[in-house]
């Protein structure tokens, strides 16, 4: 009887975990990040628009400048910018409400999706990136 | 044996007989049934006129009034620029983070599929002339790496672009609350010779612009048999 109990426990525990795990939908935030606040401009392919909005799909400067993307995001960038050898100079709006963990899972999104192939981030490592910009207000 | 067999051979030459005049007539008919036109949009009014004693009752159709703005090499456009050419037309600005970008990528592939065919032209309004100068239009143009007489980016006084978006059939007012600060809608809208308008297309859905992309030809022949 004992046994049946613990039996009972243990499946419907197991259950439990397996439904939360369906409905926070926590795998594709990354994705869902960028299609809420990047694709419009960038595009569902990444491609950007021709000589005014610059490319995510196999874009040199994710690479180059993996180190400066957190805060690009946060705050957002004006003035030109240089990309796959051709300058660019449209401003980016920064989305300040993104949380460290959300900016982690954004720029993993981008830097392992549209072809890329570039080193994803831990969040202590963009943590200490976002150090240098903190949020205008919170 | 043979009788049914005999029967049975008549029908089918029968049914044969059938099918090739069904496949007869649509081939003879081909032409006739490619030859696609395209509606023509907006309030129409009937106007009656008396000819020689008769009345007769003419169709007005809504019509593109006049209009001049300045495009990216501060040159003046007006209706007598696309005389004689249909045109391609949206409103749009620079800045806009929401759908621009969109309708203009979409706006490229029209423009990369036309730009040798001379009697179509592309023309594209600023919604916020404040920020969109003729210098900044010209950034963004030389950006696309499009040629003015191809595809004209105008400013001009914010009423009068206003106001012919919506004789185009196209919102665009000021929005406080909209991302960027403009409401606006993403069409696309072809104009023919007369200044009618003949197709509104949601410039953000490739499928709509691919539909864009196969009218123009409908409308071009139909012009080419209007001057003959």
């Known amino acids: 009887m004992a046994r ?33 606040n990047c694709q419009s401009c960038h595009m569902e392919d990444g491609s950007g628009l021709r000589g005014v909005i610059p490319p995510i799909a196999g874009a040199d ?41 959300q900016i982690t899972n954004l720029l993993n999104y981008i830097q392992t999706n549209f072809g890329n192939n570039n080193p994803r981030y831990t969040m202590p490592e963009v943590e200490k990136m976002l150090e240098k910009c903190p949020p205008h207000r919170k | 044996m043979i009788r049914i067999n005999k029967s049975a051979v008549k029908k089918y030459t029968l049914s044969l007989a059938a099918a090739l005049c069904l496949g007869y007539f649509p081939a003879c008919n081909h032409s006739e049934a490619t030859e696609k036109t395209l509606p023509i949009l907006g309030e129409r009014q009937a106007v009656e006129r008396v000819v020689d004693g008769k009345t007769v009752v003419d169709t007005l159709y809504h019509q593109v009034p006049d209009f001049a703005f300045v495009n990216q090499d501060s040159q003046r456009v007006t209706q007598q620029t696309f005389a004689g050419k249909i045109y391609v037309t949206d409103f749009f600005f620079t800045t806009c983070p929401t759908i621009c970008p969109k309708m203009k990528s979409q706006m490229l592939r029209v423009y990369e599929q036309y730009k040798d065919e001379p009697n179509l ?19 963004y143009a030389e950006r696309l790496n499009v040629q003015t007489d191809k595809w004209q980016f105008v400013t001009g006084d914010k009423d009068s672009i206003y106001d012919v978006a919506l004789k185009y059939m196209v919102t665009a007012m000021e929005d406080e609350q909209e991302a960027g600060g403009f409401v606006h809608s ?3 809208v072809l104009v023919d010779e007369n200044r009618r308008i003949r197709g509104i297309y949601d410039g953000t859905d490739p499928a709509q612009v691919d539909r864009l992309i196969n009218d123009i030809p409908v409308l071009l022949k139909e012009k080419g048999n209007g001057q003959k």
């Open chain 1, 61 to 101: 400067y994710l690479d180059k400048h993996r180190d400066e993307l957190a805060c690009l995001i946060r705050h957002g960038i004006e003035g030109p910018i240089t990309v796959n050898g051709i300058e660019y100079n449209q401003p980016m709006p920064g989305v300040e409400t993104m949380r460290e963990d």
């Open chain 2, 121 to 139: 032209v592309l023309l594209s309004h600023t919604i916020d002339p404040q920020h969109d100068t003729v210098a900044v239009l010209k950034d």
């Open chain 1, 4 to 36: 049946n109990k613990f039996a009972v426990l243990a499946l419907s525990g197991l259950l439990l975990i397996t439904l939360t795990q369906c409905f926070t939908n926590k795998k594709n935030e990354g994705q869902r990040l960028y299609e809420a």
């Open chain 2, 186 to 188: 993403g069409a696309f």
